[in-house]
């Protein structure tokens, strides 16, 4: 072997080790899944059977593809299927960028305290649950004594006020709303933690070149960003048909239902009297096939962008 | 700090001050929206139930009184359903920050063979699942019903968590690892020793998730534990809620627990759940909220 | 740091091991699942210790808020670790039945249930989970539930100079006087004739009762055909009396939208006259202003009952039958049958209904006249949360037919009750499962829902929609489940 070869060898030997090292440290974690997500994955043949959780998973019998027949032939579910698609697109083009908006804009608050009182007022939403808000919903747009009524009247206005949470015209809006409202402070955590990765030195260097601002957030900061908002992207366009069962649940009611009710919320009502797991995991199936099928869509396409970025 | 040292030297002009004040304006606005429910809970909470429940929105309390945390904290169930949670959440969210880290980190190394399937391995995770009973009955061959166990294993690697950690250690500079590498180092210490203490923005943003998802989490305690001794606080809550508003609590007719509506015990349990998690939130808001010097990375 | 938190971790866990060791001596256990409304008592509290000694068993209990129960059970039945006693409906009960995962309890009836046979013993062959192969499996419990009342204001009344409300046209009346015509006095247009909630089916029973159709259950045509009460021929002459009410604003408006915590805020605020609910809640502890003021000795002061009358003579809220599809059963996988039928007989006696209710005597409570179901709280029981944290209230389970609620009732609650039950509209009460109810039974209900909501505030034509309702309900199930209904209910009554 000449002295080349043999340095390769090593070379070779040197990263077979480290592999190897890779490997193991990522064993742990392999078999969690296995165990915990994996193992258990057999309960997604319910769907295709006829599951009693009575009878237990063997004895249940095969039933091919009815479950989904049945599910998708109602009518109902026409109209859950189709309020699902509007709501989850509307709820991924608007709310998937506002955290990025609100963590720029958080990054451009000079002062320290300011920047994370308001990090912190911004989160505040998610520990209050769907139930209260929908409380709160009420005592802001009830007809009866409701504060917007209430303010509305007191500036003289006497003309008719719809409530808007008994109105199916708006009551999407209110959904979608609502959700930018709640949802949107909370993932600023992962772009905040993200900017504050960026090494500083790359500023400097900018502004000794004599960029601006905006140049500065556009060239810096937002590129530096772009892994983590590819990255975010590709595993939200997986959940764009999670349209928001907690939501929907707690602030729908009967006059809105045509306008509101998702697969999710419909499945629930299926399945309130008797245990239908079987017809539920079919709708689950359904929901994440279609998930992956984007995720994957998504991935390919960033990764001919760029072959760096990509989830896989 | 040199980020701030930066700024200072920086005379700003017209224009941008005035950007950066409608910035902080727009922001402030929506602050506010957010803070006021909270706001208007833990007023609620503090109010005479008959006066809070004329209806209306909060901004000081009705007839002030503490009454609703006394009942709250008169039984001792609750103080063991605190201590259940505090540790369930202290104990999960260390084992989590360093399960994900773990398997993050061989993952964010891009030579290494087999990357994008094991990467798919574990988003598929995200997607699917065998659903509660499969889970359950995982649960309890491994004889881990109403044990502590339970309440800590099941939920102990979120695989979108993982992912982001492994996004963040991909973009560290790759000139780091592999100076350490040809130093034989190997990757457990380069992971200990180099790569983690320059991710505390990651690492602390984490640890908020798992926190809170520990923290707040229900269906496990209900669906692993028997016992009252492991009931964690978001349980313990929600049947005091229900056995307050019971309309069948004809029994109830004295006391304080009498002069207090379900309404108020329920904004006083989010409350005493929410309070805890808004003092621990500085500690880790610090390490990503303000712009870090990476110094350390040009090494 | 990591030392310590391993250390602890390892603690918590020996810790939760101890208690298994150290009782699995003498006494047999039994676990009882409970759910209902939630608990909050302290493990091995007073009452529970006592009646482990009156059956001579440690009970070890799960307890389970309203709404987890399912997961919860779903999860046990899965792992067949079932509970040893525990509630289940009929259609649960057939299943476990035909699987063999119920205990037949005939033998340790005769042997230890003595009270059990002497309050339902008659009741038990007549259920239908006891018929299925001739053993005794469900045992439900004496009492039927308590009939939805319309709670007026009589104070109210007084103050206006108006009569307690008898027929539709007065009712109106009422409602509009209460609305406008400030009756409490305060200067303020801050009350409302009567508040209804679509998040309940209480407050709508009486206005449906009044013509002759029976809420939220199913109705017998003049043919003979068992359906939802949605196709009542009357339906829509109540949703035109609806829309009425709706219309001139002497109902609350956000009926569809109000939170049920609301409606009974309006209520307890004193903001309405009118409200439909079980007198048991509202005359006995649920008072306009419960929380702000004492409540008076005397209940009639301040409510009375309306019986409403409609065009066609009906009358009154829906009829409560004595269960006879839901009860107390036993898992085949139970270890101490015996020791859980001695439980249940238990709490058919009046020393455990007592016990379960209102906790131990002369610790917890006292009697001061308990011919007249008169007690009192003693010390620092007499706060709720105390006295449940030691076990009262917590595992009563409303067995014998004279119980413990019944008794210490008011004598306004207990005559209300009494009265309503006179006017009980009947529906064809079926006790088999229906199939296409189990397959479709709640979207059914939802597209009923979603009508009456739409009908009462929609400004077009009310007869169309109906009709149009009406079609969406018959193909999305309801001409199945009318078809089975019909054929259950023709052959239960011959």
Redesign the interface.
């Known amino acids: 072997m000449t002295g080349a070869q043999i340095s390769l060898w090593k070379r070779f030997c040197k990263s077979a080790r ?2 190897w ?3 193991f ?2 064993l ?3 078999i ?2 296995v ?10 043949t ?1 769907a295709f059977k006829n599951y ?6 063997d004895a249940s019998p095969w039933v091919g593809f009815d479950n989904f027949t049945k599910l998708f032939g ?3 579910f026409q109209r859950a299927l189709y309020n699902n698609v509007i709501i989850g697109v509307e709820k991924l083009i608007f709310g998937f960028p506002l955290p990025i908006i ?1 963590s720029l ?6 002062k ?1 305290s ?16 769907w139930i ?5 919903l ?3 747009l ?4 409701g ?1 917007i009524v ?1 303010v509305m009247r007191f500036f003289g206005y006497v003309g008719e006020i719809p ?1 808007l ?2 109105d199916k015209e708006h009551f999407r809006a209110v959904i979608l709303l609502s959700y930018l ?1 709640k949802s ?2 909370y993932a600023t ?2 772009y ?10 790359l ?2 260097a900018a ?1 000794i070149d004599g960029a601006g ?1 905006l140049q500065q957030l556009w060239h810096i900061t937002l590129s ?1 960003l772009r ?2 908002i590819v ?2 992207l590709i ?1 939200r366009v ?1 959940e764009v048909m999670n349209a928001g069962f907690d939501q929907i649940y707690a602030i729908s ?3 809105v ?2 306008v509101a009710d998702i697969i999710e919320t419909y499945v629930y ?2 399945g ?4 239908k ?1 079987s017809e539920a ?1 079919a709708a689950g ?1 359904f929901i ?1 096939v279609i ?2 099928t984007l ?1 994957l869509i998504t991935n390919h396409i960033a990764k001919k962008i760029d072959p ?1 970025s990509g ?2 | 700090m040199l980020f701030v040292s930066r700024r200072k030297r920086i005379q700003r002009s017209v224009p941008e001050r005035v950007g950066n004040a409608v910035i902080v304006l727009i922001l402030l606005l929506f602050a506010f929206s957010t803070t006021y429910p909270f706001w208007h809970v833990l007023m609620y909470s503090i109010s005479d139930s008959g006066q809070a429940m004329s209806g209306g929105l909060f901004f000081l309390p009705r007839d002030p009184t503490l009454v609703s945390y006394d009942v709250l904290f008169r039984t001792k169930q609750i103080f063991i359903a605190y201590g259940n949670t505090i540790w369930k959440t202290l104990i999960g969210t260390v084992l989590s920050l360093a399960l994900s880290a773990l398997t993050a980190f061989p993952l964010a190394h891009r030579k290494l063979p087999g990357r994008n399937l094991l990467s798919m391995v574990f988003f598929f995770t995200m997607l699917f699942s065998g659903g509660m009973i499969p889970t359950y009955l995982v649960v309890q061959q491994l004889g881990m019903i109403d044990t502590p166990w339970a309440l800590i294993l099941p939920n102990v690697l979120s695989a979108y968590n993982m992912f982001i950690i492994r996004n963040y250690f991909q973009q560290l500079p790759s000139s780091l690892e592999e100076s350490a590498f040809i130093d034989g180092a190997t990757p457990p210490v380069v992971l200990w020793r180099i790569v983690l203490p320059i991710s505390a923005p990651i690492l602390a943003a984490n640890a908020m998730f798992y926190g809170v998802g520990n923290w707040n989490s229900y269906l496990d305690c209900i669906l692993y534990t028997n016992s009252n001794t492991l009931q964690t606080l978001q349980v313990y809550l929600r049947n005091l809620i229900s056995s307050v508003g019971s309309m069948d609590s004809i029994a109830g007719v004295g006391g304080a627990t009498a002069s207090l509506s379900e309404e108020t015990i329920k904004m006083t349990a989010i409350s005493v759940s929410v309070i805890p998690v808004l003092v621990a939130y500085p500690f880790l808001q610090r390490y990503y909220a303000s712009g870090i010097t990476v110094g350390a990375v040009k090494g | 740091m990591k030392k310590t938190l391993c250390m602890l971790l390892a603690l918590l866990m020996t810790l939760s091991l101890v208690p298994t060791f150290a009782t699995a001596d003498e006494l047999p256990e039994i676990t009882w699942m409970i759910t209902g409304s939630g608990t909050t008592s302290d493990e091995n509290n007073m009452v529970l210790q006592k009646i482990g000694e009156a059956i001579g068993a440690k009970v070890n209990v799960i307890q389970v808020a309203p709404g987890d129960e399912d997961v919860k059970l779903n999860a046990l039945i899965a792992a067949n670790t079932l509970p040893d006693l525990f509630v289940a409906d009929l259609a649960d009960a057939q299943q476990f039945i035909n699987e063999g995962m119920l205990c037949p309890l005939d033998e340790f009836l005769s042997d230890n249930g003595s009270e059990i046979l002497a309050q339902v013993g008659e009741k038990l062959p007549k259920m239908p989970a006891n018929q299925m192969d001739g053993s005794i499996y469900m045992i439900p419990g004496a009492s039927a539930d308590f009939m939805e009342n319309l709670n007026v204001r009589v104070d109210w009344l007084k103050k206006l100079g108006l009569e307690m409300p008898t027929d539709l046209d007065s009712l109106y009346n009422v409602l509009h006087a209460f609305t406008y015509d400030d009756p409490d006095g305060n200067g303020q247009n801050d009350t409302v004739g009567i508040v209804l909630t679509m998040a309940q089916t209480n407050q709508w029973e009486n206005l449906f009762g009044a013509f002759g159709i029976p809420y939220n259950k199913p109705c017998q045509l003049e043919d003979g055909t068992v359906t939802s009460y949605f196709k009542h021929p009357h339906f829509l002459e109540c949703i035109q009396y609806l829309r009425k009410l709706y219309q001139d604003g002497v109902m609350d408006p956000d009926f569809a939208t109000m939170p049920a915590m609301t409606a009974h805020e309006k209520l307890w605020s004193g903001a309405c006259g009118v409200y439909g609910f079980r007198d048991v809640g509202v005359t006995n502890n649920w008072y306009p202003g419960r929380y702000t003021f004492e409540c008076p000795e005397d209940p009639s002061e301040i409510f009375g009952f309306a019986q409403i009358t409609g065009p066609y003579g009906d009358c009154g809220s829906v009829a409560q039958y004595p269960k006879l599809t839901t009860g107390m059963v036993v898992a085949s996988t139970c270890k101490n049958p015996d020791a859980v039928v001695r439980l249940i007989n238990y709490l058919f006696t009046e020393e455990g209904d007592n016990l379960t209710y209102l906790g131990v005597e002369d610790v917890m409570y006292r009697w001061i006249d308990k011919e007249a179901g008169k007690y009192e709280r003693l010390n620092e029981y007499v706060d709720d949360a105390v006295h449940r944290a030691n076990g009262g209230f917590t595992y009563w389970m409303n067995m014998p037919e004279d119980n413990a609620q019944l008794r210490t009732m008011n004598a306004l609650t207990q005559q209300g009750q009494a009265e309503q039950q006179l006017h009980a509209i009947d529906y064809p009460y079926i006790t088999s499962t229906i199939e296409a109810e189990t397959e479709y039974g709640t979207l059914l209900d939802q597209i009923v829902k979603e009508a009456t909501a739409q009908l009462i505030v929609t400004k077009g034509d009310v007869e169309a929609e109906y009709k149009e309702f009406v079609t969406r309900w018959e193909n999305e199930g309801g001409l199945e489940y009318e078809a089975e209904a019909t054929a259950a209910y023709a052959a239960q009554v011959k």
């Not at chain 1, 009693?52 to 998973?57: I, R």
């Not at chain 1, 007022?121 to 998610?126: D, K, T, V």
């Not at chain 1, 209260?132 to 709160?136: H, Q, R, S, T």
Request: aromatic share 14%; glycine share 10%.
């Open positions: 480290q592999y090292w890779f490997y440290m990522l742990p974690g392999l969690y899944i165990v915990f997500r994996y193992a258990p994955m057999y309960g997604i319910i009693s959780v009575f009878k237990g998973f109602r009518a109902a609100l804009m958080l990054n451009e608050v000079r320290n300011l920047k994370r009182t308001i990090q912190t007022a911004i989160i505040l939403p998610n520990f209050i649950s209260v808000i929908n409380g709160l009420f005592a802001m009830g007809t009866n004594n504060a209430g409530n949470l008994a409202w949107g402070g955590i992962i905040l933690a993200a900017i504050a990765g960026i090494d500083q030195s500023y400097e502004e601002r530096s892994p983590t990255m975010l595993m997986g009611n009967y006059l239902v045509s009502t299926l309130m009297e008797s245990r797991f995991t199936l994440n998930g992956l995720v760096e989830l896989m």
